[in-house]
């Protein structure tokens, strides 16, 4: 059974988490394969899924939107979960105490979730680097507030993502 872990990544967070899951599933036992999305043309070749996207205003890149949308019909008539990154920095909670996870799912989780019934769906934070930014982002971190909304650093939660992996791996050898 092959896992294809597809993923659209706008600054290499996403990327890493997707080759991180992979990486946890070859080890588990499991024949697994990250590839962005835009690079996969076969997807009848894989007999379960896991996709992921970076999220920016509430949705996920589009397209990973685009490519579940058109492949629907044959991803669902197999095991998938699918999994976003996007919230930076330290808190779990914003300013109104709700948990940061839970308001930072895409609003593709719910279309999604039953089009597809996902095994699960996973937010998990991510890294920003500055100096790789599109000039957009760069003047966005300029403003006042741009540095609360875009801080610097790696705010990724490897043992949760492994721990997550994990179970993955545990479903598909049951």
Known sequence: MTTLVGFSSK????EGIAERIARKLREAGQDAVARPVKSVDQVDEYDSFVFGSSAYMG???KDA???VRRHQDLIK???V???SSGPLGTAGKDTQGRDLRKESEPKQFEEFGQMLQPRGMQVFFGALD???LSRRD???RRIPSGRELLPEGDFRNWAAIDEWAAEIA???SA
């Not at 600054?11 to 996403?14: E, H, I, L, R």
């Open 130 to 132: 500055p100096n790789v």
């Open 81 to 83: 979960w699918l999994f």
């Open 65 to 67: 939107t685009a490519f």
């Open 170 to 172: 545990r479903e598909l």
């Open 59 to 61: 949705s996920w890149r």
């Open 138 to 140: 760069k003047l966005v």
């Open 11 to 14: 600054y290499g967070a996403t």
């Open 77 to 79: 008539a197999h095991p």
